[in-house]
């Protein structure tokens, strides 16, 4: 039984639940390894939806309070950690869809990246804040961002640190499509079922024929690590943790 997600499959359509409400569905490493063994044991869908639990977030980001216990060697297998799992929402042979109800900040927002297609409630917010950390994104975010927005606009989501709104999401091109919120996930399954009509041979290989690109994660890992050993990045981390205390 997993701790962090709940899971469901019916008709080639799996739901997967990111469950921690009580910290925003923060992303710790529990979630991440039970995220890595659900991808590689979900062989009987062809369509995974990723959700966040409560009506606050998707994920508000990886656990802050866990990385800051980490000395230099684990935060850079948390980042690979990270990175690992969100390759694996790109590579694996079904779809993957972020279904976004919520807050999708740094960790969330590089899972959501990580998904074939992002669909968004009209209540969700997106960003990369990790500067606010002394920190830049660790799992694949700096690319991913500049893929979907343009480099521009990417640099300076991440250097300002700043959310947007899934409204502003969509016009860059970062979502496909925003629903009310009300309706996210339904809306998600329709569509789904709307691919489902068509060869999942044929869906398979058109995931694999766009996925067809080289991406350096072990770049943006090795800045992670030396960013997170940084004085500043322990001086914001503990602000934002005794910030969460009050």
Request: include cysteine; hydrophobic fraction near 45%; aromatic fraction near 6%.
């Amino acid at each position: 039984m997993m701790e962090t997600l709940t899971y469901s499959s019916e008709g080639g359509v799996g739901i997967a639940t990111l469950n921690r409400p009580e910290a925003l569905n923060a992303i710790n490493r529990a979630m991440l390894e039970e995220m890595g063994e659900l991808l590689g044991n979900a062989a009987d869908i062809n369509v995974l939806i990723v959700t966040g639990s409560g009506d606050k977030a998707f994920a508000a980001g990886a656990d802050v309070k866990e990385m800051s216990g980490l000395d230099a060697e684990g935060i850079a297998e948390f980042s690979r950690l990270g990175q690992s799992v969100v390759k694996k929402l790109e590579e694996v042979s079904f779809i993957t869809i972020a279904a976004v109800n919520g807050f999708a900040l740094g960790g969330g927002l590089e899972i959501a990246m990580g998904c074939d297609l992002i669909y968004a409630s009209d209540k969700a917010q997106f960003g990369l804040p990790e500067i606010k950390l002394g920190l830049i994104p660790g799992w694949g975010g700096t690319h991913r961002l500049a893929r979907s927005i343009g480099k521009r606009r990417a640099k300076e989501m991440m250097l300002t640190g700043s959310k947007f709104s899934a409204e502003r999401a969509y016009e860059m091109g970062l979502v496909n499509k925003v629903f009310a919120h009300e309706g996210l996930v339904d809306e998600c399954l329709e569509l789904s079922q709307k691919m489902l009509s068509h060869s999942p041979f044929a869906l398979r290989q058109i995931k694999q024929a766009l996925n067809a690109i080289d991406a350096d994660d072990e770049f943006e890992e090795e800045r992670f690590a030396e960013c997170f050993a940084t004085e500043e990045a322990q001086r914001d981390i503990e602000k934002f943790l005794n910030k969460q205390k009050s």
